[in-house]
């Protein structure tokens, strides 16, 4: 996986930002094999793509060839907020003016929709009234309400979902901007533009998690008796939705899930299931063949101990349980013929902040997605996980030689693990913010704290602190199986800055 930023202005800029989503529309119309992602922000453009399939040449001879889509005439949508952000009485009191000037000045633009990102259907809007912009907080807050109004410089938005955010929250959007279940999820999309109004009433329900798992199996395979703290169907990804907000989903150790894929002859990306920490307890519906690859446990069946990295037969009627054993903490179980479930945007996993998908629950009947029967025994070893985390660095689209420094300079120890991102605690990293843009896989965000967050498959699409490094991508599966306390060690993994490297547009 390789990434590159085309670069069409600076700052604010309207016509910037029209470039930006005209070039992603053409390239998502028809897009090339191997291309990944295309995250059009304020005025770049986020290519993530495979270089084994579409070398950085041949990429940079299409994008030559390709011209903006143009954007034709957006919308003009009404939101309705009522006053109430946490944030809003200390940034009338931070900026001067009173609440009646600082409500007044937040809705008298009529705001462009400059991107979707974030989280799912989250707009970034701009620009903010000069007398009214703020920076970012020096650390995001960990959980923002749904239907949050929110500033941050010269930026305005509306969180969707409960997600972290280190915006200033102003109010409460009384119209949902995002709900999956609706035939068309996105109230706003780039190009429109919106007026905020003030408004009393209540505020809009949180969107209602899209079921992806069928509610009757077609090829009943297991039943859950109990749950584990973090049991997902995950397949492959799901690819070309960040301009949207998206998060890429699948496993988070795509290393094992592979590994697993292979011992019961699916083809890779094929639906099976992750689980972290705690196992759950499943009774197999029919005759199965299984594969269980992972770290930190070996499954039992009916008492009897199969190690990670092998394929075996599970009876009809028989319990597997998993015990945690070594050190990890993600698991994979694979059956031969696939997980039965339906896609959403390409893809069956879950983007839990995105309410697509859920854990899995007690009782819940997982099915085949086809019939298969290969042989059970197929065994590889897997790698073993080191003591210490060692991780090759690349520069990130705000590359700096005092931050790679820092990360080289000694251990870090993670503080917190989940499926958006790894936080460390080390020596101090310069950090910094900025306009929002989209964040590479595995970059690592810094924000003023200095407080290092590395962005793993559920972050968001988009996000304005400072990524000044982002690790190898060769090496994120061992952020998969990282747990609190463990050390991570970092070293460089390049003679020259050409892997995130920023591009204007045309390319050369």
């Known amino acids: ?97 009173s609440l009646e000037e600082a409500k007044r000045r937040h809705q008298a633009p009529l705001y462009r929709v400059y991107a979707l990102g974030f989280t799912p259907g989250f707009p970034f809007l701009a620009p903010v009234d000069e007398a009214l912009r703020l920076p970012r907080k020096p650390h995001p807050r960990p959980r923002v309400p749904a239907h949050a109004v929110a500033m941050a ?17 102003l109010g409460t959007a009384l119209v949902a901007v995002y709900d999956p279940h609706r035939q068309e999820p996105f109230l706003l999309r780039p190009g429109d533009r919106v007026r905020f109004l003030e408004a009393e009433g209540p505020s809009p329900p949180e969107p209602r998690p899209l079921e992806l798992l069928p509610e009757v199996s077609r090829l009943p395979a297991f039943r859950v008796e109990e749950p584990g703290l973090l049991d997902l169907v995950v397949d492959g990804g799901r690819f070309l939705s960040g301009h949207l907000g998206l998060a890429r989903s699948g496993p988070l150790d795509p290393y094992s899930a592979g590994l697993v894929n292979r011992l019961v002859g699916n083809p890779k990306g094929a639906p099976l299931l992750e689980f972290a920490y705690k196992g759950p307890v499943l009774t197999a519906l029919r005759h199965l063949v299984a594969g269980f690859a992972g770290y930190g446990f070996v499954a039992l069946l009916e008492g009897e101990e199969i190690p990670p990295g092998q394929s075996f037969l599970w009876p009809r009627g028989k319990t597997l349980r998993f015990r945690p054993k070594g050190r990890g903490v993600r698991g994979y179980l694979a059956v031969a013929g696939g997980l039965e479930a339906q896609a959403f945007l390409g893809s069956a996993s879950p983007d839990l902040r995105g309410r697509v998908g859920r854990p899995l629950r007690a009782g819940d009947v997982l099915g085949l997605g086809k019939e298969a029967w290969v042989r059970p025994g197929l065994s590889f070893a897997p790698r073993p996980l080191p003591e210490a985390f060692r991780l090759r660095l690349l520069p990130g689209p705000q590359f700096s030689r005092e931050a790679l420094w820092a990360f080289l300079s000694g251990p870090f120890r993670v503080v917190r693990a989940d499926r958006m991102g790894v936080e460390l605690l080390g020596g101090e990293v310069p950090g910094g913010e900025g306009l929002s843009e989209a964040t590479p896989l595995g970059g690592i965000q810094v924000p003023p704290s200095g407080r290092p967050l590395v962005l793993l498959a559920d972050k968001g699409s988009l996000g304005g602190y400072a990524k000044p490094v982002r690790v190898d991508p060769r090496d994120l599966w061992l952020l998969g199986q990282a747990w609190p306390g463990v050390e991570i060690l970092f070293t460089s993994g390049f003679n020259r800055e050409e892997y995130h490297v920023k591009v204007p547009w045309p390319p050369p």
């Open 1 to 97: 996986m390789e990434g590159l930023y085309l670069v069409f202005g600076e700052g604010l800029s309207e016509e910037a930002n029209r470039l930006a989503q005209g070039l992603a529309r053409s390239l998502l119309r028809d897009p090339p094999p191997g291309l990944w992602e295309a995250v059009p922000a304020y005025a770049t453009l986020y290519l993530e793509y495979d270089p084994r399939r579409l070398p950085r040449p041949r990429l940079l001879r299409l994008l030559r060839g390709l011209s903006p889509e143009g954007e034709g005439e957006g919308r003009v949508v009404e939101i309705p907020v009522r006053y109430d952000g946490e944030d809003f009485p200390e940034v009338a009191r931070r900026t001067g003016l």
């Open 153 to 169: 410089g010269a930026q305005t938005g509306i969180y969707p979902l409960p997600s972290p955010g280190g915006w200033h929250l």
